[in-house]
Nanobody, 122 residues
């Protein structure tokens, strides 16, 4: 069984940086990992994903070079480094594992964490 847990959210100011972490337990040899976010009153939105090998990465259009996703380590960790944060980046950020390799589509992900809140003030 796969379990997913995020951490690292918080309250920051415009222009600040933040790194989110995701720890995944279980057999993940063929799972891609991704980050999604959801702002109040909005649909869940794709942020970034990384292939099971860690060699391929994918980003949402709004990222525009500000975020970097990576994975590695003996504990099956994934990271999302977010730079130049803006108020519109505010939301609950979710880590998820995907066996199908769809990357961009939330409905194709198999396992989800509980989410971590990121709030960016003016």
């Amino acid at each position: 069984q796969v379990r997913v847990a995020e951490s690292g959210g918080g309250l920051v100011r415009t222009g600040d940086s933040l790194t989110l972490s995701c720890v995944v337990s279980g057999d993940l040899r063929h799972y891609a990992l991704g980050w999604f976010r959801q702002a109040p009153g909005k649909e869940r939105e794709f942020v970034a994903a990384v292939s099971w090998s860690g060699l391929m990465t994918y980003y949402g259009d709004f990222v525009k070079g500000r975020f970097t996703i990576s994975r590695g380590g003996a504990e099956n960790r994934m990271y999302l480094r977010m730079n130049d944060l803006k108020p519109e980046d505010t939301g609950v950020y979710y880590c998820a594992a995907d066996l199908s390799g769809s990357y961009y589509y939330a409905e194709r992900y198999d396992y989800w964490g509980q989410g971590t809140q990121v709030s960016v003030s003016e």
